[in-house]
C-alpha cells in the first residue's frame, strides 16, 4: 500500500483545477493555431482563447483588459517590470525602494541592475511582525527614486502588505508601484485602481492554473506607465514581449482566475477555518512555538511555525508524508536558514526548525488533522531525544509563542 500523501506546500505551486484543465484541452488539441496569424480562422479561434482570457484576468484585479501582458510566469513578469522600468525612465533616476523579504525574482533583479550601473537599491528591512513600516518607504523616497517594489503577500510567512497605503503615497510622491501578487491573486482581493499600483506581477500555478505562464499588468493611463522590453523579436504584447503565445496556458490562467474571482470569499472562509484548526492544535499538544509573521495580515490557508528545540532536518525526515517546506532554503552545497525568517528576527537555529504550512482548495479537515498528529508526535518523540529541550521553560519574550 502506498504511504498516505498530504500536500501542505501550496506556496510551491497547486495542482490544476480539473475545470481548467477542462478549458485548456481543445487548445491542447484541435485549436491548435498561433494567435498571432491573422490569415485563417485557426489563428483567429486562438486568439479569441487568448483575448477571452485576458478579459478573465484582468476582472480580477480590476484592471482594463488592453493592460495586461502574457509571460512565463511572476519571474518573467517581475524581471521585465523591473529592469523595463529602471530602463526606460534611466533618465528620470535610478533609485528603486524594495523590502528584504521580496521573492528572489525581485531581488536578483534589482541586484543584476545594480551590478550594471542602472539602480541603486535601497533594501527596507520589515518590521518584526514582516510587514512594512510605510513611514519608512515614504523615507527612503528620494527625487531619484524610479519605483517602489514591494509584494502584495510573501510566500514564506504569508503575511500581507499594506498595498494600498503605499500605493497612495508613491502616486502623490510621482513614483511607481509594483507589487508581485503570485502569492496574493486569486487568495484575497486585489484592485489595481483602488490600490493604486502601477505594475502587478502574477502566476498562474500559484492559483490553480498550469506552470510556465504569467501576467503582468501595466498601467496604460493615469498614468501611463512605459517600459523597455526585455525580450525582443516579433513584436508581440504590445511590443513588451515578443514570442508566440502559449495559448493552451494562457486559456488556463483566465480560466484559473475566473473560477477564483467566483469562489474567492467562500474558499477564504474555508481555509482561514482549516489553517486555525491546524494552529489551534499544534498550539494545544505542543509548547514553544512561534508563529511568524503577522497572524492577522496575512494569507488565508497561510502558517509558518518555529519548533524550538528541535533540528530541522531530523523534523523534515520524520515528516516526508507531508508535502511542506522548512526554514531552510538549499543554496548550492550548504543549506542556508529562509532570509526571510531572519529578516524578521527568527535565530538561525529556529529557522532551520521552521515549517510553512501552505493550505489550499482541495485540502480536508480530515488531512489537517492528520498532519497536525504527525507533527505533534514527531516534534515530542525529537524533543524526548533533545539535550536542550526542557518543558514549561520560558523562551525569549521576542521569541514567544502567540
Ligand atoms: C512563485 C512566486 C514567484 C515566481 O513565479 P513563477 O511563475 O514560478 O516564475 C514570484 N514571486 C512570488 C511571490 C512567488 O510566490
Redesign the pocket.
Known sequence: MQERRIYLDH?STTPLDPRVLEAMMPYLTERFGNAASRTHAFGWEAEEGVEKARAQVAALIGANAKDIVWTS????S?NLAIKGALHFYRDKGRHIVTMATE?K?VLDSCKALGRDGLADVTALKPRSDGILDVAAAQAAITDATVMVSV?HAN?EIGVVQPIAELGALCRAKGVLLHT?A??SAGKIAIDVEAMHVDLL?L?A??MYGPKGV?ALYVRSKSPRVRLTAQIDGGGHERGLRSGTLNVAGIVGMGAACAIAKAEMAEEATRLLALRERLRARLFGGLDQLRVNGDLERRLPGSLNVSFACVEGESLMMGLRELAVSSGSACSSATLEPSYVLRAIGVGEELAHSSIRFGIGRFNTEDEIDYAAGRVIAEVRRLRALSPFYKPATKIPAAEAPR
Do not use: L
Open positions: 506556496h510566469g511572476a519571474t518573467e517581475d521573492h525574482a509584494m510566500n508581485d503570485a502569492q506581477s502566476s500555478h500559484k504569467g
